[in-house]
């Protein structure tokens, strides 16, 4: 090396060692470090981990080369991405908008938004399957579904659904469940959002209904086919309507009345409930959460008592604890497609509890007057504006109006004025050619009004907003609100930010999150959701995006999802995505209508028939129904592969009507079955489509692809394998990959038409299936992040630790049970399954009592009775550390020398800390011990426990009694009188 | 009303109705709403707040009209006032720094940044006073003070000081301590940082030292009048100089060496330890925390055992608890100027806790090969750097250095060469008028080593960093460092982000905050820091600014440092603010230091006498001593104010010399002494200045001011009255208002002039106090943000509040307490003393059991035993709701209860709950029970804990232990040792 001079001895630099060191990738794989990666492949019986993985993933489906990222394909450092981030926000234009269209300004209080928002100890937690470890986010629902119920005046409500046009299309389905399918008729006003009125379309097509979309005075329920009706209140362009006659129309045939509503409209108006409507359902999103580009955003749907049984999603519910104590809990559970697969009337499994609990929050932040007031300026906006329309002479569409107010600009001058907004950075919507529609939010001001006077008038108005004001009055007609709503005392206490930082802070602590410990949870693929992935979601520039202002302002969202859309595509073998889908299971709906739609374009009408193995999940099954199709099921074999003579057999039977087989991969047992691409093979021999289950994903990245094992479309869970945070049950996001010859077939958006990324010349859309022309926008910038960050080796490397991980806990764990289902060389992929069935005839001890004791050992249980009754399913994730994933085993062992204990009878059968787990603070600390065992064995079992104890604060729940007391709403002031409903 | 037509019926429409809604001052003032305040007011005896008001603020001193803030009278909402910010953010240019002098770009981890210094949870505690519910950020302190005396060599460090010039001055005071003050000579290499050169010169004034700055080699140690030398390794111009000479020389004359240095440096460089120091001081703040315009970050202050007494600032050590097992706490609490007073050595109060936490926590995260290889990367571009200037045909100053490069472009050029970086947004230093100094940092790239070759070049260069990367070698001469560090586990465990986030969630845990419940620690006003005040210091524009970027590039802090002074000038009724102090207690440091220089000035150099009420603060005598003063003690009254009397007497013999007076308002014991305007009279007759203790402001904004009442210069803890979160004990900042005739002697700047504000014409600083011109600039913005989203009317109805929440508990309180000192009316000011000394006698329970039980039901006690011994002083601030202060009030109720039994004698006198309060887990749930009350009792003695119950990880934690075996680093790998050493 040639001397510079100024020094005289050393090492010579590499310019390898100059790089910038934030790293990523040891951040996210918490084993990466050579010393400890080796030692658990030891660990594991091989002699590294690369024979690991060779032992483990089948040959033959291997991918041979590294993942081809492109620009991509070198790790970003997290600095460098987050000023990346910037860089694409830069792009994007802000406009302040006026578009409506059930997107709104609002302002997220900024006590929410940093203490629920951004805290991982919100966003990181798992749906509240765990009753009492999660009563936190479960009081925070029943406060959704009390806001709810409040303002749409019905007496129930559901924790959320994926978007308000979805909404729609569900409560579709509910109104033909309830005509017990024999009415295909949906008849739909033409003043609802072209967005609602397109899924509601698509949706009637796979369920065989039809929608009939019209002026509400061309309902024609002559027929007796009417099973329902849907109507927009306010509608999109804003106007008031009298509905009671239609409503009376449909009534009188049986047909239910659905309809669309704003919430903050229903601070000043008479509700849908006491209008005389059936459902209602509609978004949260202005209630704080930011538009996002299209979302996430929590909608909900409200209904009567006797709607119970057919309401999609979650439902919280109150009921009472081992000792009688009120405690809360997923009431409506039991009622998921989980169980009743193909006979679920919604596929509906990840919601948007998240933003759910944002929306709710936000109302308990400013109660009842305070939104009112909100609305009084909203409207008093809007009236404002038409006032001085009319000044300019202009005339209005509809004189009775909330927030939003069409304006007649004249003939063919529409265009000609949204582009002058445009360009005095205001975004108005165009109705048609003459009219333009402008619609006021919480962050509309005077000023605004000012500067769309001057819009209107094509220079400077002779008045001012101010100066009209005086002159304005507020006007409902005859929709003005009259009864009372959010009376309850959270909606009126916690009005000041100490007290709402209080309260959102002793929320939280009620709930066990990834801040605290592992999530074992099999098929859910609980990772790291990392601080810099998540930044980029409450940038201006991206959190405040319309999904419908004009395309040329959202430059950087289209870079960021196009780079996404294309490393997407890489990592699964596809040609194309689409990023419309919200969920999993909407993935599932849109890859089957994507199937459907292209048997159909090659005159195949009849290939209708799915073929589903039985160790499936709920949601297959339940998508299949939804797209029309007809189920055929399919055993597994002993170790869990699909069994391929029942699958020949199957598919011989319906050969000429074969449609699709769906399929997980790896397998939801847990099994990278070696002969998938023959099952692939005899599918496609047969005409049909192969649909993978994209959940396992992580098994798969960088090692295989579903492109490569032959399967046509796949979805995936962006919030499991590419680090969405779960956020307590959603928000989610499911794009679907396809092969080629489907991505004509990709949904597209009547505002915003969108198709296969990368784009195809071809564009026969199966419809649209999700309010936003991409989904969730907003959260696809978490998972862009994590697939940046990561690189090409860094996603490769996160496969294979996932499979170590499990590998190693599987092999510390099978002293002492049994590991139900493994691949041919002993090895099982990314999460295992441990079979506690035994111990039912040993001990009576079942699955529930160790996910249960688990919560006294710190740890959120693994998957319970999924996909096998009676057992847990374990994932680890390649995120926890070597020492996180000993804390759990050793718990396990522990609980499982527990078991053998009753075993041998050293603890009593029946009065034993298993059964009564979890032992909560009030039971160990209580002056009576009535218990054979001590208290320490019932709260410090083990001594990791001593350094952090995170303490459930309800005894086991007691789903019966809140099964027969059913009640979903805050009801009455003081929540202990819950416990005295039985 | 003219009707529009479009409106039928309904309200008009006020203008008002329409403004923004998101008003920030029912937000921060929770019993805002009229009905609950008028409730309030009469609970307390009057008809109305205004009267209450009237009844307690001397009408005398009471502002006659409302606050003027010009622009900014008017309060913005949450949102205006963000975007406010963002304009002033854009408004500064933040180029890439290579500036170096302390202040180094670096990247803070993010989940550092969001679940620590983002996170309420932690910056809202408090000085971890009350150590059983503080033991996370006890053992994050101790991590600190760990890293620092691992790095620098030294076996002890303190848990931060205010600043690496500050540092070095307290350094030398120790060294002058060490002399017994009989030396008075402090030497001072002219290479060390100019501020720290400044800082020091200043301070050696006011202790009657003297500063000698000269080459190292010029030292004259010959009059055996040195005390000690400071010396800068690496030196500001990044040379690496062999000190060991020097070192040698002042030991031979028994002066101390202080050795400034970089911890990052320290990673690769022989430690000040080792090479014979015997102080280190130095910045942790390229650890994490952002360069923030100066600041806030913890300076470090490391050395020998022995100087153990005279160590300034806080220093956390472990101990046991009453069950024997381990715990910390502070240990050098009881040396604080507290108790020493006059006799303290130093007048450090509020530190810099927080950002020590983040600098360890950036340890904690990268662990010793993390850290090397930063440094190794630094240290290879300033390599490059070096070897590219050569092949450019310019000298290096030095051919040892670590990140700093000194390069001599040819004489005249270097400004020329200083512009032509700028113009490429690169930042770097004139040294002289042909030399610049580029300092590398972790952000730096090779990249930008290009960038700085073409501006070097003036052109292109023939060569790129990569080129030449290979040929140079790293080298740090005899430097070397051989010696292990950071080998602790808790630096070798937590490296993966979900580690990491587990680790940070763990310690908030530990920790009682705000988030909790409120902290009603008298004269600390720990009112809410609202999220919306704290968002803008971590945007980038404000947190990535160096201090000595060109002022044109700091035009956004320039505005707003502006506007806060001027806003701080009405509220404080005087002309002129510096905002250079870090500290309240910098801050009476300063304005003492302002009326020294007035006085002599006016040629009254004997104008030294510091007239102190015993009831003052202890930092007010220890900095009165800092600025040269003696100082008289005068009496307080029965009713607790200043004795009239004894100040006449203690002024006229004084009166010839009579310098200041300093005192409290409200006074120190909750009183608004009516003659406070007299005895400001008194001392301005006799040529006295009145220094005031801007401490309890809270009492005062809007109602009255210092200004108004008399005083000639104030301090004003903006952590305090202006919403700076204590961050558990610091950052805070503390700048002084002075009247006109004080401001042309206010502190300025070497590298950044700065003054009075608004500037005055005439400029006679008395020097410099602070390492940044302005302090910690980074947290003005909280400040700013809680006074322009107050407005005139907020600011002064948050005082009314705060008087009206404290005489409502004073009034619950007073049938079970004593109130001590009430005004003349019977009311209180802001905050109150319970004398609970009478229960010493009538239950052998003293103040400390009340604070200890108070745990129990989930409070952070109030100010224990100041200023009255044996008292506890209670300051709720009007951030409290009246269910919060109900709530207090309920706990302390139901603790008098506990008392009274304990003096019926139906609970034990020893065997209590309250002397054996605080109650742990361990304890309760201890299978044995051996208290003659309950377990009930002990740990869930009020109905609200069934709500939320706080655990203090602790038992009663033994001082005299912690004193006894002071052992202030991680010393082993388990903590539980430490319990062993007695
Ligand atoms: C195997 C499998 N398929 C589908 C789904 C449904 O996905 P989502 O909840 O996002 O709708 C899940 C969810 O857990 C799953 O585990
Ligand atoms: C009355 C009084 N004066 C001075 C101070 C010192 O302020 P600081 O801690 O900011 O140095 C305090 C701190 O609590 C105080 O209460
Ligand atoms: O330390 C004090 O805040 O007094």
């Not at 032992?55 to 081809?68: A, F, G, N, S, Y």
């Not at 202002?549 to 689409?578: H, R, W």
């Not at 075993?903 to 009593?908: A, F, M, N, T």
Request: glycine share 8%; with cysteine.
């Amino acid at each position: 090396a040639k001397s510079n001079g100024y020094v005289q001895t050393g090492r010579s630099i590499s310019v390898e060692s100059l790089r910038p060191s934030d790293s990523f990738i040891p951040r996210h794989i918490s084993n990466a470090p050579a010393c400890i990666e080796g030692k658990m492949a030891k660990d594991c019986g091989f002699e590294s981990l690369s024979e690991l993985i060779d032992k483990t993933v089948p040959t033959h489906i291997r991918k041979q080369t590294e993942l081809d990222l492109g620009q991509f394909t070198e790790a970003m450092t997290e600095n460098k991405f987050l000023e990346h981030m910037q860089e694409l926000g830069s792009k994007n234009v802000v406009n302040k908008n006026f578009i409506g269209m059930g997107y709104y300004g609002t302002l997220t209080p900024t006590v929410i938004l940093r203490n629920l928002l951004e805290n991982p100890g919100w966003y990181t937690q798992y749906t509240p399957y765990q009753a009492e470890i999660s009563q936190g986010r479960l009081e925070s629902l029943l406060n959704f579904q009390t806001m709810i119920t409040d303002l749409t005046g019905f007496p129930m409500a559901n924790a959320s659904l994926l978007d308000e046009a979805t909404a729609a299309a569900e409560a579709m389905t509910m109104c033909s469940a309830k005509a017990n399918g024999k009415k295909p008729k949906f008849l739909v006003s033409d003043k609802c959002h072209p967005q609602t009125i397109a899924v509601c379309t698509s949706r009637a097509e796979g369920l065989g209904l039809e929608c009939v979309v019209s002026p509400e005075a061309d309902f024609d329920f002559s027929g007796n086919d009417v099973c329902g009706v849907l109507l927009q209140y306010p509608a999109t362009d804003g106007s008031l309507n009298e509905y009671g006659s239609v409503i009376d129309a449909a009534h009188a045939v049986n047909a239910k009345v659905v309809m669309a509503t704003d919430l903050l409209a229903l601070t000043m108006l008479t509700p849908p409930g006491e209008l005389g409507a059936d459902i209602a359902i509609g978004s949260s999103q202005r209630f704080g959460v930011p538009m996002g580009y299209g979302g996430p955003h929590a909608a909900f749907l409200a209904t009567a008592e006797e709607y119970k049984r057919i309401m999609p999603g979650r439902v919280i519910g109150t009921s009472i604890d081992q000792h009688g104590n009120p405690a809360l809990r997923m009431a409506m559970q039991t009622r998921e497609q989980h169980i009743r697969r193909e006979k679920a009337t919604s596929n509906i499994c990840t919601a948007q509890a998240l933003l759910a609990n944002i929306a709710a929050m936000y109302a308990v932040y400013h109660g009842p007057e305070g939104l009112k007031q909100i609305a009084g300026r909203v409207h008093g906006l809007a009236g404002i504006l038409a006032a001085g329309a009319k000044e300019l002479g202009m005339s209005v569409k509809s004189d009775l109006f909330f927030d939003t107010v069409s304006v007649n600009v004249g003939g063919g001058k529409a265009a000609g004025v949204v582009e002058a907004a445009v360009a005095k950075g205001y975004n108005i919507r165009q109705l048609d050619e003459s009219h333009v529609s402008i619609a006021f939010d919480e962050t509309s001001s005077l000023e605004d009004v000012d500067v769309l006077f001057s819009v209107l008038s094509g220079g400077s108005a002779s008045f001012t907003a101010e100066s009209l004001a005086q002159g304005v009055t507020c006007n409902a007609g005859g929709f003005k609100r009259t009864s009372d709503f959010l009376t309850h005392p959270v909606f009126n206490t916690y009005h000041s930010e100490h007290e709402m930082l209080r309260y959102l802070a002793r929320l939280e602590a009620k709930d066990l999150s990834l801040c605290h410990s592992m999530i074992p949870l099999g098929s859910c693929t609980m990772k790291l959701n990392a601080t810099s992935e998540m930044m980029p979601i409450t940038m201006g520039e991206f959190a405040n995006m319309h999904p419908f202002a004009p395309e040329d302002q959202a430059a950087g969202y289209k870079e960021m999802i196009g780079n996404l859309a294309d490393i997407l595509c890489e990592v699964t073998g596809f040609d194309a995505m689409s990023m419309q889908p919200n969920s999993g299971a909407s993935g599932e709906y849109a890859g089957l209508m994507a199937i459907r739609a292209y048997h159909r374009n090659n005159g195949d009408y009849h290939r209708n028939v799915c073929i589903i193995p039985v160790s499936a999940h709920g949601t297959n099954p339940a998508s299949a129904v939804m797209s029309g199709m007809k189920i055929v099921t399919c055993k597994t074999d002993a170790q869990g592969n699909v069994d391929i003579e029942d699958l020949k057999v199957k598919v011989a039977k319906n050969a000429e009507n074969l449609g699709a087989l769906m399929v997980t991969y790896p397998s939801t047992y847990g099994v990278y079955e070696s002969r998938i691409d023959e099952i692939c093979q005899i599918i496609h021999d047969n005409g049909g489509q192969v649909y993978m289950d994209g959940a396992n994903m992580n098994a798969q990245v960088g090692l295989t692809s579903p492109g490569l094992i032959g399967a046509d479309v796949c979805h995936l869970n962006l919030h499991k394998t590419f680090a969405i945070p779960h956020g307590g049950g959603g928000p989610g996001m499911g794009p679907i990959g396809v092969k080629a010859h489907l991505a004509p077939f990709l949904p597209s958006h009547p505002v915003v038409p969108t198709g296969a990324m990368p784009a195809v010349d071809e564009k026969k859309p199966f419809g649209c299936m999700a309010a936003a022309p991409h989904g969730s926008s907003l959260i696809l910038a978490i998972s862009y992040a994590y697939l940046v960050m990561m690189g090409s080796k860094g996603l490769t490397k996160a496969s294979e630790h996932a499979i170590l991980n499990a590998n190693y806990m599987a092999s510390r764990l099978s002293e002492d049970y049994e590991i139900l289902y493994k691949g041919e060389n002993g090895t099982v992929a990314h999460e295992f399954i441990l079979d506690v069935r035994p111990f039912k005839d040993s001990a009576n001890i079942e699955a529930e009592d160790i996910a249960k004791r688990l919560i006294d050992y710190g740890y959120h249980a693994p998957t319970m009775s999924w996909p096998v009754t009676g057992t847990l399913m374990v994932e680890p994730t390649e995120s926890e550390s070597k020492d996180e994933l000993d804390r759990f085993c050793d718990a396990m062992i522990a609980i499982r020398k527990e078991i053998a204990m009753v075993e041998s009878g050293q603890l009593d059968p029946v009065n034993n800390p298993l059964k009564n787990a979890p032992h909560t603070q009030d039971v160990v600390m209580a002056e009576k011990w009535e218990h054979p065992y001590s208290r320490e064995m019932a709260a410090f079992p083990i001594g990791y426990l001593k350094d952090f104890k995170f303490w459930p604060t309800t005894s086991r729940v007691d789903n019966v009694f809140g099964d027969r007391n059913l009640q979903t709403t805050l009801c009455c002031d003081d929540i202990s009188a819950y416990a005295q409903a039985e």
